[in-house]
């Protein structure tokens, strides 16, 4: 049995990832963004042991995300499984500067990564559309070229590949992972995906709590239970380090050694 926090468990893989988890005997700590979507998460999966509330699209929301999870003890694994919009048409900034994609999908994961008591195990989820961008880091924000949302949301999901392989080259005591869950239609990928959305929540799942040998690899890039080539440019521990900074500059929180 392992304690397993996932966050944006309200809804999608994570509501999924956490009822798989309890129906295996795990126990799990749900997330919601405000206490009425973590009742929301408590109806949908009632067998979760507790449940924190918390904005991950503000520094202040995502601080408070952190001191609610280290009040419940350490965690065997942490799923960084919420995030927003693969085609948001505007540029909106939910701190200064910043805007809700970068916010949520990447500066939380961040966040929650350097603040929580840290597990054994780390899961960062990603998309397939990650392998087609090239990371932007004197532009992460976008705030010198025309938004484009499509794009944003791949280079966010490029920088989770990058925060996991970070994690895993730096603590070496840790197993960090990313992976891709297709492309399914959750209230993120619309009622026309693809992909199964059966098998989707079940690798996230699989990382942070199976005895198997291949899920307890780390610094790998994982779709449906099996490794996949990530876009290259995410091992390169310049690019690493580069993402590392600037999440540093824009929390305030130093990422430990
Ligand atoms: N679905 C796909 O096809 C697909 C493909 C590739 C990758 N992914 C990745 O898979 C992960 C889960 O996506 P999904 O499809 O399950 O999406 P979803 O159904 O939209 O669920 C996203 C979850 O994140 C939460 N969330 C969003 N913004 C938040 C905020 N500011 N503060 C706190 N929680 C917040 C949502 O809360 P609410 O319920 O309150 O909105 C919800 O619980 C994401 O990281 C996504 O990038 C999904």
Known sequence: MARVFITGSSDGLGLMSAQLLIEQGHEVVLHGRNPDRTREARKRAPGAQNAVSGDLSTIAGTKSVAEAVNELGRFDAVIHNAGIGYREPRRVETEPGIPSVFAVNVLAPYML??????????????????????????DLLWTRRRWNGAAAYAESKLCDVLLAFAVARRWKNVLSNALEPGWVPTKMGGPSAPDDLHLAHVTQSWLATSVDK????????????????????????????????????????????
């Open 113 to 138: 990564t350097a603040l929580i008591e840290r597990p054994h195990r780390l899961v960062y989820l990603s998309s397939g559309m990650h392998h087609g961008v090239r990371p932007q880091m004197d």
């Open 214 to 257: 291949l899920a307890r690899s780390t610094d790998e890039y994982f779709y449906h239970q099996r490794l996949r080539e990530p876009n290259p440019i995410a091992r390169d521990p310049e690019v690493q380090d580069e993402l590392l900074a600037g999440c540093e500059d824009l929390s305030a929180i130093l990422f430990p050694d």
